[in-house]
C-alpha cells in the first residue's frame, strides 16, 4: 500500500477505504468514526462537512467562517485517539478522547480534545468539546 494513500486519520487504511464514504454521504457508524472523519476533513479542508456533521444546536453564526479559517492555518500532522465512551452503533451519545498534532506558522502544536457526540435523526453529529492545554 502507498503511504501518500494512507488516510490521514491514522486507521493505516487507505483515505478511499476509510473516511472518504463518510465524506461522501455524511452517515459514520459511531461517534469515533465520525470523529476520525472530521479529521480527516479538517487536513483537506472539507468545510462543507464539518459543518454538516456539527449538530444543528450547535452551529455558530459564524461556524463556517471559523472552520474555514482553522483549516487554511494548521497542517494537522497526526491524530491519537485515547480514549472511547459509548458512541457505538445502537448508541445516542458518545465522547472521544484524542490529541492532534499540527504545524502552525512554522511551529508545532498538540489539540487534546474531549469531544462529545449525539445523534440528530440517525446521524452521529460533533456537539462541542473540552480542549485541553
Not at 500500500?1 to 454521504?25: D, F, Q, R, V
Not at 479542508?45 to 459543518?51: H, I, M
Not at 471559523?66 to 500532522?77: D, H, N, Q, S, V
Request: one cysteine or more; proline letters at 3%.
Amino acid at each position: 500500500m502507498n503511504e501518500a494513500n494512507l488516510c490521514p486519520c491514522g486507521s493505516g487504511k487507505t483515505y478511499e477505504a476509510c473516511c472518504e464514504p463518510y465524506h461522501k454521504k455524511h452517515n459514520a457508524p459511531t461517534a469515533v468514526a465520525l470523529m476520525r472523519s472530521r479529521y480527516s476533513a479538517f487536513v483537506f479542508g472539507r468545510v462543507d462537512y464539518l459543518y454538516e456533521t456539527t449538530h444543528p444546536s450547535h452551529r455558530a453564526k459564524n461556524l463556517k467562517e471559523e472552520i474555514a479559517f482553522t483549516c487554511k492555518g494548521l497542517a494537522w500532522t497526526k491524530l491519537d485517539v485515547l480514549e472511547t465512551w459509548q458512541g457505538g452503533v445502537g448508541d445516542k451519545v458518545g465522547k472521544v478522547f484524542f490529541r492532534a498534532s499540527f504545524v502552525q506558522e512554522g511551529k508545532e502544536g498538540l489539540h487534546s480534545e474531549h469531544s462529545r457526540f449525539k445523534r440528530f435523526g440517525k446521524a452521529w453529529m460533533y456537539v462541542d468539546g473540552d480542549v485541553k492545554g
